[in-house]
């Protein structure tokens, strides 16, 4: 079992930045894929960024402005945001996953979510 607790959520004015912070139990975290979804209001859930053996993905709308990274002597993702949009604003969720074979859609343990707003 693995615990995901995600930190950094905040308001931010458009343009600015934040930084996520994802903290992770369990002795194994260096092994998972990890990955950041958000959940805007109205919206389903969609796919943020991962990391899997070092390697990162993102989704187009945040390609060039994100970046997904990790600690693996501190068991914690982050996510730094940067040039940050209105359209942003959603609730933001870490989740691990052992597979990793659908990092864009699948994983096993989710995060309760830290909650992040832009203004315009």
């Known amino acids: 079992q693995v615990q995901l607790v995600e930190s950094g959520g905040g308001l931010v004015q458009a343009g600015g930045s934040l930084r996520l912070s994802c903290a992770a139990s369990?002795?194994?975290?260096?092994?998972?894929?990890m990955g950041w979804f958000r959940r805007a209001p109205g919206k389903e859930r969609e796919f943020v960024a991962a990391?899997?053996?070092?390697?990162?993905y993102y989704a187009d709308s945040v390609k060039g402005r994100f970046t997904i990274s990790r600690d693996n002597a501190k068991n914690t993702v982050y996510l730094q945001m940067n040039s940050l949009k209105p359209e942003d604003t959603a609730v933001y969720y870490c989740?691990?996953?052992?597979?990793?074979?659908?990092?864009?859609?699948?994983?096993?343990?989710w995060g309760q979510g830290t909650q992040v707003t832009v203004s315009s």
């Open positions: 990391i899997r053996w070092g390697i990162t």
């Open positions: 989740a691990a996953d052992r597979s990793g074979i659908n990092l864009r859609t699948s994983y096993d343990y």
């Open positions: 369990g002795r194994t975290f260096s092994s998972y894929t």
